[in-house]
């Protein structure tokens, strides 16, 4: 089914989701390269991106319960979706509290509880994304009823 939230004809959701991944990921490598250098530089890259990971799984969180709250009740994929959600939600928590921690360390230091939540966000954001490959490629999530290898572009047809 289509997604709820779309811009210029696709889901709004997959497109935000770059930033949290991309930057929560970012925020682990360089808390590993603080620990292996004990570089001050690279505590505050992995505080500050863990920030602004936060901040943009914050917002495509909310498309992405606008997505799912338009899939039908009983469904494997309202119940996959609501997996997905509730997971990510966790990261996002974890994240925070990871960020949390940081903010009386000289430098932003991260103790090693902030790591430890880090990473263990990023494993259950691991397991949470596989789950959004599975609303998409399995559960035909946010993929047009008349999708084929011939079909016209998004733009061309009039949104419904
Ligand atoms: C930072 C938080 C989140 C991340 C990183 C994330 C990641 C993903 C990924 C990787 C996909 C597959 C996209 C694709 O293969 O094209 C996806 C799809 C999806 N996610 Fe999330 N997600 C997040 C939060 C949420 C939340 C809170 C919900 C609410 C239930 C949700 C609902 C969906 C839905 C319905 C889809 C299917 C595509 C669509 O219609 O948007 N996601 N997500």
Known sequence: ????ARLAGHAVHPMLIAFPLGLLVTAVIFDVLFY?????????????????????????SFFGWVDWYAVPSRTRAKRVGLLHGLGNMAVLV?????????????????PV????LAVVGLVVATIAAWLG??????????????ANLNAPSSLARPSH
Not at 113 to 116: C, D, E, N, R
Not at 133 to 146: A, H, K, N, P, T
Request: hydrophobic content about 55%; proline content about 3%; overall charge negative.
């Open 1 to 4: 089914m289509r997604s709820r």
């Open 36 to 60: 292996a250098s004990a570089r001050d530089s690279f505590a505050v890259v992995a505080a500050h991106t863990t920030a602004a990971g936060v901040i943009g799984g914050v917002v495509a």
């Open 94 to 110: 974890l994240f925070a509290i990871s960020w949390m921690l940081r903010l009386d360390q000289p430098t932003w230091q991260p």
């Open 113 to 116: 509880l902030a790591f430890v």
């Open 133 to 146: 490959g599975e609303l998409v490629e399995r559960l035909g999530m946010g993929v047009d009823e008349s």
